[in-house]
């Protein structure tokens, strides 16, 4: 009986331990993922408003002719377009969209596990309910 | 079906944590029964018994699931120990006044028969003690490292101790 005893104490530990890690591990990964999708939100408006002043997308505005003149002036075009791009806010708006998709990425990979850790914790938060 | 180690070890590492009890079920006995042959007071048996699973469980991601628990296990009880002990030895006190304060009632004559057992040096040291000089200022006095002057004080608070208890 008191090793039973010992044994729940032991695996109260552990679960307090690892709700803990689960719940931190959640939280900061939910507050980055926010914040480097808040940034590129705010970064990429930005952008496409100097783009709008610049009247820079009137660039682009050979997509709506034929075949032969997209063919003829698309890489000159897109040149010049990717000239009047504001470089710095452009840079920050694509890491922050790698951050993003790499915070989606890690926690898509890690669903399975952190599901499985969640099932655990609750199933062992409502079986100690039960017992009380 | 009874699972191996591995499967279990492999388990815990997909997040099903429900398996650890398969783990703490199959060692606490064991474990506890080392550690009783070591410490005689049963609650801190149990504490290091459940340091002891707290930490196999902190390092089970890193833990090769190919190599046995066993040993892993034991070599994480004898670190808590190790810990323990260390944690239950007896530390001197750091203020060198117990020996040499005019609290202890000591007379003068006991005063200087205790400075009579130390160096010039540690002499030295205890007047910058009983100036109110800190151990760093100390050691930027005399000139000497930090960790010297810690020693010195140590080595010389062991004397008057042994002195003391005469």
Redesign the interface.
């Known amino acids: 009986m008191k090793d039973k005893n010992l044994e729940k104490k032991i695996l109260k530990g552990v679960y307090r331990l690892e709700t803990k890690r689960t719940t931190t591990y959640l939280l900061i990964r939910v507050f980055f993922g926010l914040l480097f999708l808040l940034s590129t939100f705010v970064f990429a408006s930005v952008t496409i408003d100097i783009l709008n002043e610049q009247n820079s997308f009137d660039l682009l505005d050979f997509f709506r002719d034929d075949f032969e003149v997209i063919k003829k002036y698309l890489f000159e075009n897109l040149i010049d377009f990717f000239q009047e791009i504001p470089q710095p806010l452009f840079y920050v708006s694509v890491i922050s969209i790698l951050l993003v998709l790499a915070t989606v990425f890690i926690l898509v990979k890690n669903f399975k596990k952190i599901k499985n850790k969640l099932v655990a914790i609750y199933k062992f938060q409502s079986s100690k309910d039960k017992t009380k | 079906m009874k699972l191996t180690d591995k499967e279990i070890i492999l388990k815990i590492k ?5 398996y ?2 398969f783990i ?2 199959e060692y ?2 064991s474990i ?1 029964r080392y550690i009783k042959t070591k410490i005689k007071k049963h609650e801190d048996v ?1 504490d290091l ?2 340091n002891v ?2 930490s196999f ?2 390092a089970i991601e890193r833990f090769d699931e190919e190599k046995p628990i066993k040993p892993y296990l034991y070599q994480i009880v004898k670190n808590e120990l190790k810990m323990f002990y260390r944690s239950r030895k007896p530390v001197l006190p750091l203020k060198e006044e117990i020996y040499i304060s005019d609290d202890n009632n000591l007379e003068i004559e006991d005063k200087e028969s205790y400075l009579k057992l130390l160096s010039n040096q540690e002499k030295e040291i205890f007047i910058y003690i009983d100036e109110g000089y800190n151990y760093e200022e100390i050691s930027r006095k005399i000139n000497k490292p930090l960790n010297t002057v810690k020693s010195i004080i140590r080595r010389a608070r062991v004397k008057l101790r042994i002195k003391n208890q005469e």
């Open positions: 997909n997040g099903e944590i429900d650890y009890s703490v079920g606490t006995n506890y149990e018994v459940q699973f707290t469980y902190r």
